[in-house]
């Protein structure tokens, strides 16, 4: 019990009123339950009495240069984890039963897992013209750069022919996704330009051109669908090594930011639970670098302006810290 106000009482969170103090002593309380990182971002009242307590946590995020050697910590808001419903017991008391701490934590874990998965979905459309470059991504695109490459070449192209040419590709779910996001339109077993290939084919562009501003157009529309269920991981992989700097960078809203191996690797572990060998993480920051998604300034990697505007422009996407 903090004060006269708020007590629990068999896992149910009873308190009186709800003036500014006595959500400060709820605060207070729900903090020691879940951990100092809670708050009460809004409460209101419904038609029938109940209380909603609009609870939100922000975690503690070491944001520090590499270069300069400063040791700066900053809490993340990752906004509204739950929402409790007190409802009133009478003489101005309402109760609310506290869920247990795995279930909470299960919910704020969530909750930052989604807020990285917009933030990676950002980074994959800032920078998959570079990316794009790299061969894993286009081995893994192939396919799909294929379907692309042969509707421009020809006004259409039957279903079973595409398939003899793939062989293993699963081509019919690639002209699924493709078809549902209006790229192709299929009918009776041909495949056609659909309105958004033939928009940009107006255009009059080069082939390259055309075909990095069509895949990037697929990758922005249908970027969970592909990841998700064609199971096209490597739509996730390098922006996450790239967020594992663009991150840091954001919190500290310095796009100059340095960071060392070290501190990506810890980034990495810390917000995706990656456990990543530095060699391994090594490679990939070059890689990256190669394509100017990062630069590099010795040991220490650094962002690139351009994309950093880029991955901003998209700020409802990064939790930010206050």
């Not at 040419?165 to 495949?191: C, H, K, M, P, W």
């Not at 991981?233 to 594992?244: D, G, T, V």
Request: aromatic share 8%; net charge negative; proline share 3%.
């Amino acid at each position: 019990m903090i004060d006269d106000s708020v007590a629990v009482r068999n896992e149910h969170l009873v308190f009186e009123g709800t003036d500014d103090s006595v959500l400060d002593a709820v605060e207070r309380r729900l903090r020691r339950r879940y951990g100092r990182g809670l708050f009460v971002h809004n409460h209101g009242e419904t038609a029938d009495g109940t209380v909603l307590l609009h609870l939100g946590v922000a975690y503690p995020r070491d944001v520090s240069d590499s270069r300069d050697g400063d040791r700066v910590m900053k809490f993340v808001n990752v906004g509204e984890v739950t929402t409790l419903r007190a409802n009133p017991t009478g003489q101005g008391y309402y109760s609310v039963r506290l869920p247990d701490r795995e279930e909470f934590t299960g919910e704020f874990e969530q909750r930052r897992a989604e807020l990285l998965d917009r933030l990676n979905w950002s980074t994959a459309r800032a920078i998959f013209e570079q990316v794009y470059r790299l061969q894993p991504v286009r081995n893994q695109l192939n396919s799909i750069v294929q379907i692309v490459r042969f509707l421009r070449r020809e006004s259409s192209i039957t279903v079973d022919r595409l398939d003899d040419i793939q062989g293993e590709a699963n081509t019919e779910a690639y002209l699924g996704v493709l078809s549902d996001f209006d790229f192709v339109r299929l009918d009776d077993g041909v495949v056609y330009p659909g309105e958004k290939m033939e928009a940009v084919d107006a255009v009059g562009l080069d082939r390259d051109t055309y075909e990095r501003q069509i895949v990037g157009q697929i990758i922005a529309d249908a970027y969970h669908v592909l990841r998700e269920e064609l199971d096209l991981r490597m739509l996730s992989h390098f922006p996450k090594y790239a967020n594992a700097y663009y991150f840091t960078a954001l919190q500290r809203d310095d796009p100059g930011l340095r960071l060392d191996t070290d501190a990506v690797r810890q980034n990495l572990a810390t917000e995706w639970g990656d456990d990543v060998d530095p060699l391994v993480v090594r490679e990939k920051l070059d890689a990256l670098t190669d394509v100017e998604v990062l630069r590099r300034d010795g040991e220490f990697v650094t962002g690139d302006a351009a994309v950093y505007d880029e991955i901003t422009a998209g700020s409802d996407a990064v939790p930010l810290a206050d």
